[in-house]
C-alpha cells in the first residue's frame, strides 16, 4: 500500500480562501492617502440585484487602479465567528489525524471512520470552513477508504462529491493503488453527462455574494440554472454579517429555492443603511454629510460611489468620485444601458474610462489645492448693484446728474464673458485726473463707494481668471 498524500490544491483555491481567513485585527495596512472603495446603491429594490453585480464589476476594475488601496470591507467589517468554530476546528484536526494514522496501519474501516467525523465538524462550521483543503481531504480519505474495502457505491459517491467541489483535482498514479485511481477517474469521466437542476436564492438583507463550490456565482436575490446534480458547498458572504455556509442537495430537474436571513455583526444593518443613506446624498449639498459619514466610518480618503435608478427603458449608473478631505465630488460621469446582456460589458467599459478620468481628475485637484480653502466661494454672493445697495441702506436713489448702473439680470454674474468683446460692459465713468469728493458731499460719497466696488469686482474677476478657479468649470456639484 503505498502513502497516500492529498494532492497540490490549484492557486484558486488559495484565493477562496483569503475570504474566510481570520486576520489579526492588530494587522494595518500602511498609511495611504488613496485608500478608496466602490458602491453602488439601487434607487428602487427591483434594482437591487443590477446594484450589487455592477458594485463587483466596479470593484474589479478599482482593485487594479495604479496606487489605489482599496479598503477590503469585508475583513473591515467582519463579523467575528461564532464560538463553536473553535471548538469543530479542533475536532476536525483531531478526526483528520487519526484517519491519516489509520491509513498508515491499513486500518480502513477506521479511516472511513475518522474521515467521515472530520468532515462532519468541517460542515458544521457553516460559513467558516477553514482550511478549505483540508475539508476536500477528509473526503477524499473517505473515499480511498471505503474503495480500499471494495465499497465501490460509497467510494463512487464520496469522490463525486470531492469532484463537484474541485472538478480539477487529480490523484497522482504514484500516490494510490491503480484500481483507486481508475474509479476515481471513472467518476470524473461521468461529470458532464450528470442531470442537472436549478438553485434560486434569496437572502435579508439583499446584495449578499453567494459560492458555489468555492466559486463566486452571483449576487442576491439570484438564480443558477444547469448546476450537476449531487452536494454543494454553498457559501454566502456580506460585510457586517455573519457568513452562512451550508451543503446543499441538487436534484435533477428541480428547482431548490433558498430564503436566508443573514445575521448582522454590530457594524451589519448599520453599514447598509450607511451605503444607501450615501448613495442618496451624494448630489445633493444639503445632505453631503451623510456622505462624508460613509468615509469616515471605514476610513476612505475616496470613493467610487454610484446611482442605479430607471431612465426610461434603460437604466442609468450615475458614478461621482468623492474626495473626503475637501467633502466634495470632483469628477462625475453617467451611463446608460438599454441592453440586460450586454450590460456587464458597457459597464466594464465605462468603469475603466470613469476610473482613468477621475484619478486624473483627483490629481489636478490635489496639486491645485482646495479652491475653498482660501475663501468661501461665495463672495459673488455679495456683489449687488447699486440700486440694490441703496434700498437695503435706505438711501435716496442717486441724483440725475448720477445715473444708476444698469442692474443685472439674476444670476447673470456667472454669465459675464470678459473675453467677449460683443457683449456690452458696464465701462468705467470718466473723471479728471485730479477728482477730489468732499466727505460731507452725500453724492460725492456715493460716486467713491461705486469706483471701489468696481474696483473690488475686477480684482476678483482678474484673480478668478489667474488662479483657474475649478468652480468656473463643470465638477459634478452643479446641482448641489
Same mark, same amino acid.
Given at each position: 500500500?503505498?502513502?497516500?498524500?492529498?494532492?497540490?490544491?490549484?492557486?484558486?483555491? /488559495?484565493?477562496?480562501?483569503?475570504?474566510?481567513?481570520? *486576520?489579526?485585527?492588530?494587522?494595518?495596512?500602511?498609511?495611504?492617502?488613496?485608500?478608496?472603495?466602490?458602491?453602488?446603491?439601487?434607487?428602487? %429594490? %427591483?434594482?437591487?440585484?443590477?446594484?450589487? +453585480? /455592477?458594485?463587483?464589476?466596479?470593484?474589479?476594475?478599482?482593485? $487594479? $487602479?495604479?496606487?489605489?488601496?482599496?479598503?477590503?470591507?469585508?475583513?473591515?467589517?467582519?463579523?467575528?465567528?461564532?464560538?463553536?468554530?473553535?471548538?469543530?476546528?479542533?475536532?476536525?484536526?483531531?478526526?483528520?489525524?487519526?484517519?491519516?494514522?489509520?491509513?498508515?496501519?491499513?486500518?480502513?474501516?477506521?479511516?472511513?471512520?475518522?474521515?467521515?467525523?472530520?468532515?462532519?465538524?468541517?460542515?458544521?462550521?457553516?460559513? &467558516? *470552513?477553514?482550511?478549505?483543503?483540508? &475539508?476536500?481531504?477528509?473526503?477524499?480519505?473517505?473515499?480511498?477508504?471505503?474503495?480500499?474495502?471494495?465499497? !465501490?457505491?460509497?467510494?463512487?459517491?464520496?469522490? /463525486?462529491?470531492?469532484?463537484?467541489?474541485?472538478?480539477? /483535482?487529480?490523484?497522482?498514479?504514484? +500516490?494510490?493503488?491503480?484500481?483507486?485511481?481508475?474509479?476515481?477517474?471513472?467518476?470524473?469521466?461521468?461529470?458532464?453527462?450528470?442531470?442537472?437542476?436549478?438553485?434560486?436564492?434569496?437572502?435579508?438583507?439583499?446584495?449578499?455574494?453567494?459560492?458555489?463550490?468555492?466559486?463566486?456565482?452571483?449576487?442576491?436575490?439570484?438564480?443558477?440554472?444547469?448546476?450537476?446534480?449531487?452536494?454543494?458547498?454553498?457559501?454566502?458572504?456580506?460585510?457586517?454579517?455573519?457568513?452562512?455556509?451550508?451543503? *446543499?442537495?441538487?436534484?435533477?430537474?428541480?428547482?431548490?429555492?433558498?430564503?436566508?436571513?443573514?445575521?448582522? $455583526?454590530?457594524?451589519?444593518?448599520?453599514?447598509?443603511?450607511?451605503?444607501?443613506?450615501?448613495?442618496?446624498?451624494?448630489?445633493?449639498?444639503?445632505?453631503?454629510?451623510?456622505?462624508?459619514?460613509?468615509?469616515?466610518? *471605514?476610513?476612505?480618503?475616496?470613493?467610487?460611489?454610484?446611482?442605479?435608478?430607471?431612465?426610461?427603458?434603460?437604466?442609468?449608473?450615475?458614478?461621482?468620485?468623492?474626495?473626503?478631505?475637501? $467633502?466634495?465630488?470632483?469628477?462625475?460621469?453617467?451611463?446608460?444601458?438599454?441592453?440586460?446582456?450586454?450590460?456587464?460589458?458597457?459597464?466594464?467599459?465605462?468603469?475603466?474610462?470613469?476610473?482613468?478620468?477621475?484619478? %486624473?481628475?483627483?490629481?489636478?485637484?490635489?496639486?491645485?489645492?482646495?479652491?475653498?480653502?482660501?475663501?468661501?466661494?461665495? =463672495?459673488?454672493?455679495?456683489?449687488?448693484?447699486?440700486?440694490?445697495?441703496?434700498?437695503?441702506?435706505?438711501?435716496?436713489?442717486?441724483?440725475?446728474?448720477?445715473?444708476?448702473?444698469?442692474?443685472?439680470?439674476?444670476?447673470?454674474?456667472?454669465?459675464?464673458?470678459?473675453?467677449?468683446?460683443?457683449?456690452?460692459?458696464?465701462?468705467?465713468?470718466?473723471?479728471?485726473? =485730479?477728482?477730489?469728493?468732499?466727505?460731507?458731499?452725500?453724492?460725492?460719497?456715493?460716486?467713491?463707494?461705486?469706483?471701489?466696488?468696481?474696483?473690488?469686482?475686477?480684482?476678483?474677476?482678474?484673480?478668478?481668471?489667474? !488662479?483657474?478657479?475649478?468652480?468656473? +468649470?463643470?465638477?459634478?456639484? +452643479?446641482?448641489?
Amino acid at each position: 500500500m503505498r502513502k497516500p498524500r492529498f494532492p497540490f490544491l490549484p492557486a484558486e483555491w /488559495l484565493a477562496a480562501t483569503a475570504l474566510v481567513v481570520s *486576520i489579526p485585527a492588530s494587522a494595518k495596512a500602511p498609511p495611504s492617502d488613496n485608500r478608496a472603495q466602490a458602491f453602488v446603491v439601487a434607487a428602487s %429594490d %427591483d434594482l437591487q440585484h443590477s446594484a450589487g +453585480e /455592477l458594485t463587483h464589476i466596479l470593484r474589479t476594475v478599482l482593485s $487594479g $487602479g495604479p496606487g489605489v488601496e482599496m479598503v477590503d470591507l469585508a475583513e473591515k467589517l467582519k463579523a467575528p465567528p461564532p464560538e463553536k468554530i473553535k471548538d469543530l476546528t479542533e475536532t476536525a484536526r483531531r478526526e483528520l489525524v487519526a484517519a491519516k494514522a489509520a491509513m498508515k496501519e491499513l486500518e480502513h474501516a477506521k479511516v472511513v471512520e475518522h474521515a467521515t467525523a472530520a468532515r462532519a465538524a468541517f460542515e458544521k462550521m457553516g460559513g &467558516y *470552513i477553514d482550511p478549505l483543503d483540508r &475539508y476536500k481531504e477528509s473526503i477524499l480519505l473517505v473515499g480511498v477508504g471505503q474503495a480500499m474495502q471494495g465499497n !465501490s457505491d460509497a467510494a463512487r459517491e464520496a469522490f /463525486l462529491d470531492l469532484l463537484l467541489l474541485d472538478p480539477h /483535482l487529480n490523484l497522482p498514479r504514484k +500516490e494510490y493503488e491503480g484500481f483507486v485511481i481508475e474509479a476515481f477517474n471513472a467518476v470524473r469521466q461521468g461529470l458532464d453527462a450528470l442531470p442537472r437542476g436549478s438553485l434560486s436564492i434569496k437572502t435579508q438583507p439583499p446584495g449578499a455574494t453567494f459560492f458555489l463550490d468555492g466559486k463566486q456565482r452571483g449576487v442576491t436575490p439570484d438564480s443558477v440554472d444547469g448546476i450537476p446534480a449531487g452536494n454543494h458547498l454553498l457559501t454566502i458572504q456580506m460585510p457586517g454579517h455573519s457568513n452562512y455556509g451550508k451543503v *446543499i442537495r441538487i436534484e435533477a430537474g428541480n428547482l431548490l429555492s433558498l430564503t436566508i436571513k443573514l445575521e448582522a $455583526g454590530r457594524a451589519g444593518s448599520g453599514f447598509n443603511q450607511l451605503i444607501e443613506a450615501a448613495g442618496r446624498a451624494v448630489a445633493s449639498d444639503s445632505t453631503r454629510g451623510e456622505v462624508l459619514r460613509l468615509g469616515q466610518t *471605514i476610513g476612505l480618503n475616496w470613493a467610487w460611489l454610484c446611482k442605479l435608478s430607471h431612465h426610461g427603458p434603460a437604466k442609468r449608473l450615475h458614478c461621482f468620485l468623492v474626495e473626503f478631505g475637501a $467633502g466634495r465630488s470632483i469628477y462625475d460621469e453617467k451611463l446608460d444601458v438599454e441592453d440586460e446582456y450586454g450590460m456587464e460589458e458597457d459597464v466594464r467599459r465605462f468603469s475603466q474610462r470613469f476610473l482613468e478620468r477621475g484619478l %486624473d481628475a483627483l490629481k489636478r485637484f490635489r496639486e491645485e489645492g482646495d479652491p475653498l480653502a482660501g475663501h468661501s466661494g461665495t =463672495e459673488g454672493w455679495n456683489e449687488e448693484t447699486d440700486d440694490e445697495q441703496y434700498r437695503k441702506k435706505d438711501r435716496p436713489a442717486p441724483t440725475a446728474a448720477e445715473p444708476p448702473r444698469k442692474k443685472k439680470t439674476a444670476g447673470n454674474e456667472w454669465d459675464e464673458d470678459e473675453d467677449n468683446p460683443s457683449r456690452e460692459v458696464a465701462k468705467p465713468r470718466k473723471k479728471p485726473a =485730479e477728482e477730489t469728493f468732499d466727505d460731507d458731499d452725500e453724492d460725492a460719497t456715493s460716486a467713491r463707494r461705486q469706483r471701489d466696488n468696481k474696483g473690488d469686482m475686477e480684482r476678483k474677476r482678474t484673480h478668478k481668471k489667474e !488662479s483657474g478657479d475649478p468652480l468656473d +468649470e463643470l465638477d459634478g456639484t +452643479e446641482d448641489w
